[in-house]
C-alpha cells in the first residue's frame, strides 16, 4: 500500500529565516506531487504540483519554490520566509489514473 | 474557471440527527467530485467521490453524497451523526476535461455534533 510522509511535523522559524519541507511517497512510482498551505480557518490552496522529476508548476507567485529532486521526493523551499507564510503545509499525491489525491499528515509552519 | 461553494461555514447538529453538508460547483462540464475530512491537526482523508455511473455515492463512516447536474451540487449527508463525525469537510472538484488532476477546494464547513 502507498504511504506519504511529510517532515518536520511542526516547525518555528523566525522572519528572513530559509524553510525547506520534506515530502515523500512510498509504494508507487512516477506520482504526480502536490503542495498545499492551509491558512488558519480557510481552505486549500495550491502552491505546486509535479509530474515528474524537475517537472514543477507553480500556481500562486509568491515566496516559495519547490523541487522534485527524485520520483517520489518533494521539497518546498523558502530563502527568507514572510509572517504570512504561517499555516498549514500539506503535500499529496496522485496516480495518472486516479483523480483522487491522498494527503500526507502535514507541517504546522508558525513564522515568529 | 471551475469553482467550488460550500454553504456554511459551520454548521451544528445534535448527536443523532440528520447530517446535510451542501457543495455548489461552477463548471460547463460536470466535473470528478470528491468529499474529504479533516481533523484537527490532520491531513485530509477522502470521504467518497463520484465520477461517473451511480449518481449517489457511498463513502466511509455512514457518508453519502448525490451529483445532481441540473442543480449543479454534490450534497453530503449523514442520516445519523455521531460525536466522532465533528471535523472539518471540504469538496473539491477536478476539471473532466483537461489531463490537469489538481483539485479545487470549497473553503470547508465546520461539523460541531452536540451531545
Known amino acids: 500500500s502507498q504511504t506519504i510522509h511529510q517532515w518536520p511535523a511542526t516547525l518555528v522559524q523566525p522572519v528572513g529565516s530559509p524553510l525547506s519541507l520534506e515530502c515523500t511517497v512510498e509504494g508507487t512510482s512516477n506520482p504526480n506531487l502536490y503542495w498545499y498551505r492551509q491558512a488558519a480557518g480557510r481552505g486549500l490552496q495550491l502552491l505546486f504540483y509535479s509530474v515528474g522529476i524537475g517537472q514543477i508548476s507553480s500556481e500562486v507567485p509568491q515566496n516559495l519554490s519547490a523541487s522534485r529532486p527524485q520520483d517520489r521526493q518533494f521539497i518546498l523551499s523558502s530563502k527568507k520566509l514572510l509572517l504570512s507564510d504561517s499555516g498549514f503545509y500539506l503535500c499529496?499525491?496522485?496516480?495518472?489514473?486516479?483523480?483522487?489525491?491522498?494527503f500526507g499528515p502535514g507541517t504546522r509552519l508558525t513564522v515568529t | 474557471a471551475q469553482s467550488v461553494t460550500q454553504l456554511g461555514s459551520h454548521v451544528s447538529v445534535s448527536e443523532g440527527a440528520l447530517v446535510l453538508l451542501r457543495c455548489n460547483y461552477s463548471s460547463s462540464v460536470p466535473p470528478y467530485l470528491f468529499w474529504y475530512v479533516q481533523y484537527p491537526n490532520q491531513g485530509l482523508q477522502l470521504l467518497l467521490k463520484?465520477?461517473?455511473?451511480?449518481?449517489l455515492v457511498k463513502g466511509i463512516n455512514g457518508f453519502e453524497a448525490e451529483f445532481k447536474k441540473s442543480e449543479t451540487s454534490f450534497h453530503l449527508t449523514k442520516p445519523s451523526a455521531h460525536m466522532s463525525d465533528a471535523a472539518e469537510y471540504f469538496c473539491a472538484v477536478s476539471e473532466r476535461r483537461t489531463g490537469r488532476r489538481a483539485l479545487t477546494f470549497g473553503s470547508g464547513t465546520r461539523l460541531q455534533v452536540q451531545p
Open positions: 463520484y465520477t461517473t455511473g451511480a449518481t
Open positions: 499529496a499525491w496522485n496516480g495518472d489514473r486516479r483523480r483522487e489525491q491522498y
